[in-house]
């Protein structure tokens, strides 16, 4: 048995040395040396080179005219047929700078019928050539059609001609191994996805010429650093930059109106990001998970926070929102653990769903007294929350609203809210004490306070409400007490009003807060009641 195994290993290796000799054998007779051919007459390359050489030709210069005749069998030498199938093709260097593409001929690509056309790298010219390490394109070409060197994954050195005006969408999806390439100052459009996946770019600049930046145009390049946007750009469409996970350097200029959605989504190596004061929209998940970036000032031109449009972006320590933010999207901030302090503009007036949900390093926050809605599980899980001033314009507390702010001691309740969600305060475990001033009791779920300390918590109730608030779903509080409720947030003050003197119950002037009910006089000339714990 033991003999037999080692005659068994000693073929194996006798076989894998005899496969590797002849595959060494099949490589040392390749063709390197550039051969170069002169057409008289489109679509004669097939006549000119025989079926012993094609297969084995690895550098090649072509002169004249070319077809589509032409180009299905470029595509075979190097590693494509006309239905995307491989080949045995070894065609790795293409110079097609004395050459003209001209209409006519045979398909070159069968599955959706492409034909050549002057002066036109055509759709799927060569897509999957997967070969071609360098080219030089014809110097009279003037646009790059869809997918034209789509897959092309050892492509590494491109040279666009001058004449160029377009590139279409996906024409260099999946060039992982393109490093760089230099677009010509007559390129006016790119097309969506042009560059999807070029993981090996590092840098590029775009000529003054483009205004737009499409649909997924950068998507995946995830070894690009830093690219130059020209001042002529006024839109970035969405998930332009999706996943450039390297790019740690960008300036918009100041003709940008506009960012799609996932626009920079992924971008984690981005650090700071300035916004132009010509940007009016900024999409969903614009910038979702950013982790790097650490600050960033919003232009006063944005009027809303779309969905997700930060979400993720951990490593976020501050953020100004400008006065004209008027509303702030779902799952706007949605785990910026460390943004810690947010003061929300007088024009904000709802905070959607998880707006803010698991920022735990949020401990302050002010909320204006224009907002009058606050979404499901708005600021849930914002576990460094310590305090926290519902101005008396909200009138909705969405379910789980502040679940898990466990920090959370003290909540008061102004009389204006009219509907409080399932389990919006579940959780809030470090609460002593909640005032209230419904008269009757505002209807709420059994699960709204769950294990939100409520052995303990001291909740407050107007006078003359203590029985309604035991019968009720508020008597899970085992300590409720009674206290004077009237004219506390009935009166309120204007967002710039600042106090001017405060008084206990009994008129006698205090220089700083006292526990119990004080009375607040502004500069605006409102009094209001307060209740200091």
Known sequence: MRNFTLKGLFLAVVFMVLGSLSIQAADGDLITKQITIKLEEAGTLPSKIGDTKKYKITNLKIMGEINGTDLCFIREMAGSDREGWRTEGKLATLDLSGAKIVRGGGIYYNSVNCYTSDDVIGNYAFSDCSGLTSLILPSNVTSIGYSAFYGCIRLTSLTLPSSVTSIGSSAFEGCRSLTSLILPSSVTSIGSSAFYGCSGLTSLTLPSSVTSIGWATFSGCSGLTSLTLPSSVTSIDGRAFYGCSSLFGLTLPSSVTSIGSSAFEGCRS?????????????????????????????????????????????????????????????????????????????????????????????????????????????????????????????????????????????????????????????????????????????????????DANTGKCILYVPKGTYDDYWLSNWGIFENIVEYDATGIDHITTSGEAKEISRYAADGQRLEVPAKGLNIVKYSDGCVKKVVVQ
Do not use: H, M, N, Q
């Open 270 to 450: 981005l650090t700071s990001l300035i916004l132009p004061s010509s940007v009016t929209s900024i999409g969903s998940s614009a910038f979702y998970g950013c982790s790097g970036l650490t600050s960033l000032t919003l232009p006063s031109s944005v009027t809303s926070i779309g969905w997700a449009t930060f979400s993720g972006c951990s490593g976020l320590t501050s953020l100004t929102l400008p006065s004209s933010v008027t509303s702030i999207d779902g799952r706007a901030f949605y785990g910026c653990s460390s943004l810690f302090g947010l003061t929300l503009p007088s024009s904000v007036t709802s905070i959607g769903s998880s707006a803010f949900e698991a920022c735990y390093g949020l401990f302050s926050l002010t909320l204006p007294s224009s907002v009058t809605e606050i979404g499901e599980s708005a600021f849930r899980g914002c576990r460094s929350l310590a305090s926290l001033t519902l101005p008396s314009s909200v009138t909705e507390i969405g379910e789980s609203a502040f679940e898990g702010c466990i920090r959370l001691a003290s909540l008061t309740l102004p009389s204006s809210v009219t509907s409080i969600g399932k389990s919006a305060f579940e959780g809030c475990s470090g609460l002593t004490s909640i005032y209230v001033s419904w008269e009757s009791p505002l209807s709420i779920d059994a699960s709204t306070f769950k």
